[in-house]
């Protein structure tokens, strides 16, 4: 069977590109080298952050507004627990990337959003405990979804619209030509007009001809159950939070989510080099020490037991932003990873523009930043 376009990856990109296009009436096949919603890549860890103020350039906040719409429809259509919108909160020292950054996308965008002291932080969130220097900028606008949800609610619409979904098939190469594709599997092969690459983590496998600069990194999320317990940490009072500590190094973190023990944190910025075929997946004492060194004076409540790990993938860029684009030497395969481990949040609008890319070679969303440049 010949398809308008085969998808190779089915996690937070590749199951919304699926979804649009076959809600399109296309014709897609979608290819999954393991299970739907796994836990092997970087699609998973029961929440993600989603915020408009955007601390990593201005240029993102039109996607995530066009994002939030869909997420509001996705959560609509879905039969799991979804989406919470419990404020967002950056913290940080005045002159920190996150401040400065947050404040320069709400003010390019008059986003709603108050400046917050050290004072008004601890009376408003009783958990933080932030050293007289530190600011936040907080939003109504964000909170979190549970990405394994969103990842099987986007593969269950598709194929409610008539998309082919194969699991547990591998690619193992792929080959353009002047009438389309062809993509090999370690069990069939087949051809397609269009082909869409959002392999994650296997990208520098799968684009290997394009040489790209791209590399992976192991991170570490953990959950602890807090000291004097969880009622902190309760939404809707408390808020999805992102904390620059300085020398490049932040956190991040959420609120108690329901039907999860314990509460969540991780490090945004340190991770260690990997592959998906190398990736430690075990805990290491380094991993819990680390992390508990960076809240012991700011959410000193985390130094509780721990109750949970996962480790996941991050597809870096040499500038991480995203890399979204069509090959240079073929129009009829684009490109659609890595984004970087802050690209969950934009999930339905990215696969908008791949559904746009491939059906008609171009999309109305400005994804210039995203272009194929190094």
Known sequence: MHYHTIIVGLGGMGSAAAYHLAARGEKVLGIERFTPAHSNGSSHGHSRIIRQAYFEHPSYVPLLKRAFSHWDDLARQADEDLLHL??????????????????????????????????????????????????????????????????????????????????NEAVVSWHAHAGGVNVTTDQHSYT?????????????ELMADL?????????????FDPIGGDAPFQEPNFPVYIWDCGDGI?????PKQPATAGIKVAIHTVGQHCTPENIDRSLRESDVQVLQNLVRTRVPALLGPMVNYATCMYTLTPDEHFLIATHPDHPQVILASPCSGHGFKFTPVIGEVLADLAMHGRTNHDISLFSLRF
């Open 86 to 167: 419990t404020g967002g909160l950056n913290l940080g020292r005045p002159d920190s990337d996150v401040i400065t950054g947050t404040l320069a996308s709400v003010r390019t965008h008059n986003l709603p959003h108050e400046y917050l002291s050290a004072d008004d932080i601890r009376r408003r969130y009783p958990a933080f405990t932030p050293d007289d220097d530190i600011v936040g900028v907080a939003e109504g606008n964000a909170g979190y979804v549970v990405p394994e949800a969103a990842v099987r609610t986007h593969l269950r619409l598709a194929a409610q619209h008539s998309a082919t979904l194969r699991y």
């Open 192 to 204: 397609a007009d269009h082909l869409i690459l959002s392999p994650g983590a296997w990208a520098p």
């Open 211 to 223: 040489g790209l600069p791209l590399h992976v990194e192991r991170r570490v999320l953990l959950w």
């Open 250 to 254: 932040s956190f991040y973190g959420f």
